[in-house]
């Protein structure tokens, strides 16, 4: 089963805006991660957050932690028609493997020139 | 570096027969974990293997199975084919010295049951 929620589901801006998405999870996690997916391609890994990171930035990438919201965000900043994808959330939980990614639902983004 | 590398991209079966997925981890990672991708499940883990181990297991029944050689390739079975298998099946691979939870991804084998 899913970790946790995305949303919007799907967000539609023009090139040039900025783009918010948001991920919830249940459990307690040791790191969340971004995912970008481009239609029916393999995932690519966008940015790392640890649970005792509040704010991490990578380039036109801004994503928060707030642990005791059980909750991030993914800040994409003066989006291109090259960030049209799927972005997901995933957590690594406080036991088990690191290998094991619980992925959210996934924001599908569309940039518009 | 080449990157993680799944065979065969596209496959047709149709429901009962079985399928075999392969998977060439980046070099030097000795960790290969599997994914199912479908519209209505989304992402789920199915397991993960490090050094010809199975170190963890997902929910999904016996039908699914895998395997990891000594050079780190992995390979996943589907056994008696159902027509809810149909998915991007996806593979990732992680440097275990690392530890940071990253994976790297292939682009997937698409499995369609007809």
């Known amino acids: 089963s899913q970790q946790g929620e995305e949303d919007p589901q799907a967000l539609s801006i023009q090139e040039g805006e900025n783009a918010t998405m948001n991920c919830s999870y249940k459990?307690?996690?040791?790191?969340l991660q971004w995912y970008r997916q481009n239609s029916g391609r393999g995932l690519v890994h966008l940015i790392l957050i640890r649970s005792n990171e509040r704010e991490k930035h990578s380039g036109r990438l801004r994503v928060t932690l707030d642990t005791s919201k059980k909750s991030s965000s993914l800040l994409i900043t003066a989006s291109r028609a090259a960030d049209t994808a799927s972005y997901f959330c995933?957590?690594?939980?406080?036991?088990?493997?690191?290998?094991?990614?619980?992925f959210g639902t996934g924001t599908r983004l569309q940039v518009t020139l | 570096k080449a990157g993680v590398t799944q065979t065969p991209r596209y496959l047709i079966k149709t429901r009962g027969q079985q399928v075999t997925l392969s998977c060439s981890p980046i070099?030097?990672?000795?960790?290969v974990s599997w994914y199912q991708q479908t519209p209505g499940q989304g992402l789920q883990f199915l397991f993960e293997y490090f050094s010809e181990t199975q170190r963890n297991k997902g929910n999904f029944p016996g039908r699914f199975s895998g395997r990891q050689f000594s050079n780190s390739r992995s390979e996943m079975n589907v056994s008696t084919l159902e027509l809810g298998d149909s998915a991007l099946y996806l593979c990732a691979s992680s440097s275990r010295a690392a530890n940071t939870g990253e994976l790297f991804f292939g682009e997937g084998s698409r499995l369609t049951v007809l």
């Open positions: 459990t307690s996690i040791n790191n």
């Open positions: 995933a957590t690594v939980g406080n036991t088990g493997t690191a290998s094991k990614l619980t």
């Open positions: 070099s030097g990672h000795r960790s």
